[in-house]
Structures are given as C-alpha cells and as structure tokens.
C-alpha cells in the first residue's frame, strides 16, 4: 500500500489506535513504550504489511513536529528548582559531553570499519559524521523512561538528565552541519563553526523565554469561552515559537523546552 491523500488518514487512525493498546499494554507488563511503538512500524511498514513510506521529508517534518511538542511537555513538566542546582552540570553534558562522545564513536567507527570490515571503508570525517548524528541523548527516550516508570534517582540525576536531554540539540546540530561542509568542501573553520554554535544556543535560549513569557501574557488574558480550547492555543503557541526561533537563526528545539519550563512554572 502507498500513502495518499485518500488513505492516510485511515492508515494514520489505525496505526495511532494500534500504538495506544501497545502502550497501555508496555506499561502494564513492563515493557519499554518506545520499543513497542518500533515494533508497531516495523509490523506496519514495507517489510510488514507493506505500507510503503519512502519520503525523507515528511519524515523530517512529522519528527519536528512531534519532538517539539515532546520536549515543549518535557519543559512543563520539569520544576525549575529542581533544575537549578544541576544548571552547570547539564550544560556542560548538552555541549562538551556530546563532543566528546562524538570523538570517541567516531574513532571507534573508523577503527572498526577501516580494520574489520574491508567492503565498508568510511574516512575520519565520515566516522565522526555518522557519530554526531547519534551523539545527542534521545529526549522522548529519557522523557518517557523517567518518568512513566518512576526512577527514583539519587543526587539530582533525573532533573540533570531532563535538562541535558532537552538542550543537547544544538551541538548535535552544529556537529553534523560542520562534518558535511567539511566532506563536501574538505576544510574545516573552528571559529565560523564556534560562532553559528554560539549563536544557536544564544538566540534560542533567549527567544524561548522571552516568546514563553509572552505566550503566558496570552494565555492568561486571552478570555476564552470553551477551555478545551486552550491545548489548541498552546499548541498553536509551540508551532510558532518553534519555527521563529528558527527563522532569526537560533535553534526550536531548545526555545520550545525552555518556553514549556517558563509556562509550566507560571
């Protein structure tokens, strides 16, 4: 079966009905939600019951929208006095922690595939692509483990790894852009590369609490007669300071956790 206008919405219907009954029965037996949901798409997909799916860009484009509303939840969710003694922490794991972990999956990708594997043969600056795009800690991944399961973590870790986890993007993406013009272009600029990743975090942690402090305005004094309403207006809210924090060069991801952590300490 190939997606279209007339089925996907069908398709869509059924797939969300299916992944719901297989969260509901993770979190009874104890099995990782996520796992669950792959287990769903690869009964579903191409090798499955053949639903054939190849588009790159609406892929790209339904994981932005779901990760911003995750990590937009995430922010609300998560009490910033709880984050704050673990501020210093989390940001060095959200930036020198995946360099580091770049560098070293890296390294062990080259080595691997340069000694072990003689049909797959990949340079430094491919290994080190491959290992950015992984390096980043999952954030529905920790969301989800955190906190349907109850950890009781000791010293901080649980806020420490929320907070890493919501704001780890932008040097995953710096990362990956720097790999690719490095490979296509074969040199590599530290401080153009330094100044767009400054500019990442800057411009998105700003916009992300200054666009959370006026959707609050809104939100408080927007009278609203049907209070179902107000998810559609958050929500509304997420898409927008996602996709404007993108347009003055800053990075969504992270002004969407840090709007959601201003309105949900409101």
């Not at 995430?74 to 009490?79: L, Q």
């Not at 420490?160 to 986890?165: G, K, P, V």
């Not at 509304?236 to 996602?242: D, R």
């Amino acid at each position: 079966m190939v997606l279209n206008a007339g089925n996907i919405l069908l398709v869509g219907a059924v797939l969300l009905f299916v992944s719901i009954l297989a969260g509901k029965a993770g979190s009874k037996f104890g099995v990782p939600v996520l796992l669950l949901f792959l287990g769903v798409g690869m009964v579903f997909g191409s090798d499955g019951l053949g639903i054939q799916f190849n588009s790159p860009t609406i892929a790209q484009f339904i994981g932005m929208i779901a990760l911003s509303v995750i990590l937009f939840s995430g922010g609300m969710d998560t009490k910033f006095k709880e984050i704050r003694p673990v501020l210093g922490p989390g940001i060095i794991l959200a930036t020198l922690g995946v360099m580091i972990t770049t560098a070293i999956t890296g390294g062990i990708i080259f080595l691997v595939t340069r000694y072990f594997f003689g049909s797959i043969t990949l340079t430094l600056y491919e290994s080190l692509l491959l290992a950015a795009v992984i390096s980043s800690t999952d954030s529905a991944s920790v969301f989800s483990i955190l906190r349907s399961k109850g950890l009781r973590l000791k010293e901080n870790l649980r806020p420490m790894l929320e907070f890493e986890s919501g704001s780890n993007d932008p040097m995953a993406n710096i990362l990956t852009i720097l790999f690719i013009q490095v490979i296509q272009v074969g040199h590599m600029s530290f401080g153009h590369s330094a100044g767009v990743l400054l500019m990442q975090i800057g411009v998105g942690a700003v916009a992300g609490y200054v666009l959370g402090r006026i959707s609050l305005f809104f939100v408080n004094r927007l009278d609203v007669d049907n209070q179902s309403q107000y998810p559609i207006l958050l929500l509304a809210l997420v898409f927008f300071i996602f996709s404007f924090t993108d347009l003055i060069g800053g990075n969504g991801y992270l002004a969407v956790y840090l709007a959601g952590l201003v309105i949900g300490n409101s």
